[in-house]
């Protein structure tokens, strides 16, 4: 990129190489803008004759096209690309969402020298119009070089992120307690309720029972028959492990059991189970506070259709300090 200083009236389409102030000190136009037709009058009218401006040279490509390269590559989903000033292009979802990070490829392509990319955590909740991500380029203009192997990472690794909207989740509850079954009810499901509106849904079917293998079984077994999106269980329990009643009630109904412990405070203790891809979750103790725990984690992807593995659970230490 060079700076040339030509007539304002030839600088409709040129980017601005510094900002622009009137005498008194009040910025006019800012360094990195694109003059239109309306600027070259306005600073016609300010006294200005003449403007330097920057200008690609051979093999250079403008900021704006590069973030807009890198945002056509970045990830699927349910966004839009908006540019913003500043060589900046925001990614904004159209349809509430959970946003899938790749950790790894974003580390790629923020040690190179000509692009970076910021988004919302990974497994993030979005509603419509939020902004998950926003790619940043070097001021006016990078190599095509260093862009094109910015793209070729992410063509040949995939994307950074997806946008996976959750569209009418199904939630099934089961209130459990080894005495009283009502009485979990009556302590979770308006903090419950509190939890789900944070992500603007809410529990379709609702179910008490006696925390014993045969009752909890039968519960299990009667929410999973109206295909739900994610079954809860809310438990005035803590579990011993695997082998604990609702742990047992899982595997009696079919369901796998794939992750114990959670490096998530609060939250050590969930159980994350799988009756073919319904994820069946038991996390007792998170249903006590409307305070953030795993649940909070762990439910947006659930939402959204994504298969949340214990690999990933084991994941969520990193930043799985809450409280």
Known sequence: ?????????????????????????????????LISDED?????????????????????????????????????????????????ANLMVTEDCCVLVDDDILKQINCTASVVIATVSNFAYARAG???ATIKSAPFAIPQDQLDAVVSV????????????????SIAVIYSDPINAERARQLFEPILQQRLERLGVRAKLAMISLEDEKSLTRSLQHVLRS?????????????????DAIGRAMVAAGASLDRFLAPVEPGNLLLLGYRDEVPIVSAPGCFRSAKANV?????????ARYRVSGWEVAALGHGGLLS
């Open 1 to 33: 990129m060079r700076a040339t200083t030509m007539d304002v009236r030839e600088a409709t389409g040129r980017i601005l190489n510094t900002t622009v102030f009137r005498p008194g000190g009040k910025k006019l136009l800012a360094k990195g803008h």
């Open 40 to 88: 070259v009058r306005m600073l016609e009218i300010e006294g200005l004759n003449c403007i330097t401006v920057a200008e690609l040279e051979n093999g250079e490509v403008s900021e704006d096209e590069a973030v807009l390269q890198v945002a056509r590559e970045i990830g699927v989903g349910c966004f839009e690309i908006r540019l913003a000033a500043g060589g900046r």
């Open 130 to 132: 939020d902004r998950i």
């Open 154 to 169: 992410l063509r040949d690794r995939g994307s950074v992120l997806q946008a996976r909207p959750i569209r009418e989740p």
């Open 227 to 243: 295909k739900p999106t994610v079954v809860l269980f809310a438990s005035t329990t803590a579990p011993s492990g695997p082998d």
């Open 295 to 303: 649940v909070d984690l762990i439910l947006p992807p659930m939402l």
